[in-house]
T-cell receptor
Framework: GQQVMQIPQYQHVQEGEDFTTYCNSSTTLSNIQWYKQRPGGHPVFLIQLVKSGEVKKQKRLTFQFGEAKKNSSLHITATQTTDVGTYFCAGRRVRSGAGSYQLTFGKGTKLSVIP | ETGVTQTPRHLVMGMTNKKSLKCEQHLGHNAMYWYKQSAKKPLELMFVYNFKEQTENNSVPSRFSPECPNSSHLFLHLHTLQPEDSALYLC????????????FGSGTRLTVV
C-alpha cells in the first residue's frame, strides 16, 4: 500500500532559526495536505497542494510540491515559540485501479523551539 | 471550537466494558471519519462515511463498531477492548471530494485497563 515518509521525526531549533520538514511518498500523489497539531491538541488543516511544482506561502510558512508529485516540504522562516507542535503531511494517491484513495498521513515532525 | 465536537474527552474502561464515542459536526459536511492516533505511529484511518453510508473499513477489528445515523453524527461503539487499543480517537469531517482539508475534533483519549 501507499506509504508516506516524513523526516526528521524531531527537530529542536533556537527561536529565530529556520525549520524544514520533508515528506516523501512511495507513489505519485494527486494532492498533498499539511496539518499542524499543537501539544495536547488535534490536527488542524493548513494547506493543500495540487499542481506539480506548486509553491504556496502563508506568512512565514512556505509549502512546496515536487515536480514528480511524490514529495513535498514545509519551511518555516524565523521560528517562533508559537510554531511548536507536530507537522503532518497527508497524501492522496492518484486514482488508478483498486485501493483506497483516502489520505495517508506521515508520522509527523515534532518541532520544539527554544526561546 | 472546531465545528466538530467529540464526547467524552477522556474515557477509562475495563476490557469487558461496552462504551461509545460520539462525534457531531455542525459544518454541513458530507463525509465523516474515525482515526486512531497512537504514540510514534501515523494517524490510522479506521472508518469513512459518505452521506451516512460506510465507504471504507480499514481492516478494523470487530470490537470497534461504527454507526452513522445521519450526516452530522458518528459513533464508535467499543466492546471487549484490549490495552493496546488505548489511544487518542479522532473524528474528522470534510465536505466530501478530494479537494478539501479535514476538520478534526478534539478527540477522545481512551485508556483501556
Amino acid at each position: 500500500g501507499q506509504q508516506v515518509m516524513q523526516i526528521p521525526q524531531y527537530q529542536h531549533v533556537q527561536e529565530g532559526e529556520d525549520f524544514t520538514t520533508y515528506c516523501n511518498s512511495s507513489t505519485t500523489l494527486s494532492n498533498i495536505q499539511w496539518y499542524k497539531q499543537r501539544p495536547g491538541g488535534h490536527p488542524v488543516f493548513l494547506i493543500q497542494l495540487v499542481k506539480s511544482g506548486e509553491v504556496k506561502k502563508q506568512k512565514r510558512l512556505t509549502f512546496q510540491f515536487g515536480e514528480a508529485k511524490k514529495n513535498s516540504s514545509l519551511h518555516i522562516t524565523a521560528t517562533q515559540t508559537t510554531d511548536v507542535g507536530t507537522y503532518f503531511c497527508a497524501g492522496r494517491r492518484v486514482r488508478s485501479g483498486a485501493g483506497s484513495y483516502q489520505l495517508t498521513f506521515g508520522k509527523g515532525t515534532k518541532l520544539s523551539v527554544i526561546p | 471550537e472546531t465545528g466538530v465536537t467529540q464526547t467524552p474527552r477522556h474515557l477509562v474502561m475495563g476490557m469487558t466494558n461496552k462504551k461509545s464515542l460520539k462525534c457531531e459536526q455542525h459544518l454541513g459536511h458530507n463525509a465523516m471519519y474515525w482515526y486512531k492516533q497512537s504514540a510514534k505511529k501515523p494517524l490510522e484511518l479506521m472508518f469513512v462515511y459518505n452521506f451516512k453510508e460506510q465507504t471504507e473499513n480499514n481492516s478494523v477489528p470487530s470490537r470497534f463498531s461504527p454507526e452513522c445515523p445521519n450526516s452530522s453524527h458518528l459513533f464508535l461503539h467499543l466492546h471487549t477492548l484490549q490495552p493496546e487499543d488505548s489511544a487518542l480517537y479522532l473524528c474528522a469531517s470534510s465536505p466530501g471530494g478530494t479537494e478539501y482539508g479535514y476538520t478534526f475534533g478534539s478527540g477522545t483519549r481512551l485508556t483501556v485497563v
